[in-house]
């Protein structure tokens, strides 16, 4: 009914940017906020960055000064801009959205994307 589609990941040295993207799609009436998580091998899946619908954004200390998360409302997509990438940026990050379905359904869902895979070489 509704699903996040991930795209930016990529190899990328450390010191380097890479900026990813992530669209929801389907029977969507509002989109409440969207966020970032990643995973590292071994790892618990931890919160990088949250947006809400009036642009209110929150981090994790680790990426605070290097990534930047936007949204654009029209398109209901989320982008992720890393910058001074570190070799422990490593993981498989994934997008998130909470969000209301179109009438009659009118259901709040929490959607996760399918992953989108991040190596930083030193």
């Known amino acids: 009914q509704v699903q996040l589609v991930e795209s930016g990941g990529g190899l990328v040295q450390a010191g380097g940017s890479l900026r990813l993207s992530c669209a929801a799609a389907g029977s969507i009436f509002s989109i409440n906020y969207m966020g970032w998580y990643r995973q590292a091998p071994g790892k618990q899946r931890e919160l990088i960055a949250t947006?809400?619908?009036?642009?209110?954004?929150n981090y994790a200390d680790s990426v605070k000064g290097r990534f930047t998360i936007s949204r654009d409302n029209a398109k209901n997509t989320v982008y992720l801009q890393m910058n001074s990438l570190k070799p422990e940026d490593t993981a498989a990050y994934y997008c998130?959205?909470?969000?209301?379905?179109?009438?009659?359904?009118?259901?709040?869902?929490?959607?996760w994307g399918q992953g989108t895979l991040v190596t930083v070489s030193s």
């Open positions: 947006i809400t619908s009036d642009g209110s954004t």
């Open positions: 998130n959205t909470g969000l209301v379905t179109n009438p009659p359904d009118r259901r709040y869902l929490e959607v």
